[in-house]
Each structure stands twice: as C-alpha cells, then as structure tokens.
C-alpha cells in the first residue's frame, strides 16, 4: 500500500512519543471555507499543548499521508474536489491517484496501521433510524471492530439510532466507555439518555484500561471514549429536538435515502438553528482533541 508516515509521526513514534491521529473530513466537508483551514490549524495546535503530535490523516495523489505538512493541510481544506473517502474506497482512490479525505473509518484503519494509539473525532457514524426498513449501518462500526486504536468522540451523531448503535457496538465487541459521564455522549448534546456500562475519569484512567487490554491480548477492536460536549456549549436540547424532527420529515418528503440522509440533516440542522448546531459540533471536537492528547500523554507515561 502507498502510505508516507511524515518525518514528524515517525520520529514521534520511533522515540516513543505521544502521537493523536486526526481526520481530515471535518476540514474538507464538515466546515465552511476558509474557517475550515482555521480549524484544522487550531485542531494540531491543540495536540501540540497538550504534549503530543498531530498526524492528520488523508489521501493525496493516491498516497496515503499520515500526518501533513501546512501546505498539504492547506490543499485539503481548500480544494473542492477533493473527495470523501470511508474504509472502502482507500483501495480504489489510491489506485486511482485520488485526493481524498479521510472519514472515522478510513483514518481509525490508516493510524492504527501506522502504530498510532489514539485517535480523536467529533462524532462516530452508526444505525440510522428507520434500520429496520433500510438496514443503513455506518461502516465506522464494523470497522471499529477490526482495529485496536482508542477513539475519543461526542458519542454518535444525534440524527442516527443511538440505542441501536450502542447495541451494535456490543455486539461487535468494541468497548464503550463514558468520561466523567453514565451516559452516553449525544454529540451536538452532553447527553443522549442512554447509558453506559463503564466511567473513567482522567486520562489516567484511560491509559490504565488501553494497558489492561493490552496485556489481555485476544481480539483486537476499539476503545470508545465518549466524552460529552460541556453544557453550556451544547446546542439548546429542545431546539435540537425539534429541527431534527423537521429535517427527519423534509427528508421523507423529498424522497433522500441511504448515504445522502447524514450530509442533508446535518446541513439541515445547521440552518435551521443559524449556526448553533455547528458550534457545538466544535466545541466538542475541540475537546476531544485536548483530551485525545493528555490520553496519548499519559499511555505513553504508563509504558
């Protein structure tokens, strides 16, 4: 496979250092330009404060990059044809010379590859409502079953079944565990109502349990860490609740199915609440991102 580890993860890895992988799909699709560019700098400046180093991950020219430099991240933010790659289209897009960001998946699967232990996100993909009529599953989930990072996120994105995936996730044996939380994260909310079996408090705490597992051997999957938003930078509960049930009735209305669903509520909800939805979206990656460093920080004390 054509996979570049940058000078900086390498080093960093060879010497034992802390390393959090990032995605690159927020920067290409997830943000208006050019705050997206911003963002993407603000996200690796975070890693660096919180002692570790940032590996952006994505696909340019049909090499997989683990870690970019400015220009490349520049290029990824700023390119509009650059293009949304999950899991399964690495093989193809790097065959094809394609440029492409990274989704969960693809970048859980690429850093876990590479060496990299933890890997920080905003929100997971999952069971979509209605899974009983489409049986539309997220390929994050599966996936996450097959890799051994530890995954920092908001939970699931609050348009999707959160019981229902909470339930995948236990049937494909990937841990889930609440930080500083019994409930599961509800990504534009501090809570989604449902809870979770295990609470860890410090990245500390978190080091110890990624150690156990590691000692334990046996199958590999992730390590979910759900760290909510803050309540005071979540998106008001009732507002959300009530945009999503007209963004869930417009999308039945005009007919969006499968894969088109996540991209039209997302964008729905974005609208309807004047940009209160993606600011909490924010919020919470921003903290995943501090949190994934001190965790990657303190695995690597505890080695």
Sequence with gaps: MSTHVSEEVREALYEGRPVVALESTIIAHGLP???????????EQLVRDGGAVPAT??????????????A???????????????HRDLAPALAAGATGATTVSA???LADSAGLRVFATGGLGG?????????????????????????????VKSILDVPATLQRLETLGVTVVGYGTDRFPGFYLSSSGEPVDWTVHSP???????????????????????????????LDPALHDRVLAEGLAEARDKGVTGQAVTPFLLAFLTTRTEGASLEANLAAVRGNVALAARIAAADRAAR
């Design 204 to 234: 500390e705490e978190v080091a110890r349990v990624m150690r156990a597992r590691d000692e334990l051997g046996g199958p590999r999957s992730a390590l979910v860490v759900g760290r909510p938003v803050e309540t005071d930078r979540q």
């Design 33 to 43: 330009r050019p705050r997206n560019l911003a963002v993407a700098r603000e996200l």
């Design 57 to 70: 991950v994505a696909v340019l020219d049909g090499t997989a990059r683990i870690g970019l430099d400015d």
């Design 107 to 109: 970048t859980a699967w």
């Design 72 to 86: 490349a991240l520049a290029r990824i933010a700023e390119d509009p044809a650059v293009r949304k790659l999950g």
């Design 127 to 155: 069971v979509h409502r209605e899974w009983t009529l489409t049986q539309d599953e997220s390929a994050d989930l599966r996936l996450l079953a097959q890799v051994g990072i530890t995954v920092v996120c908001a939970g």
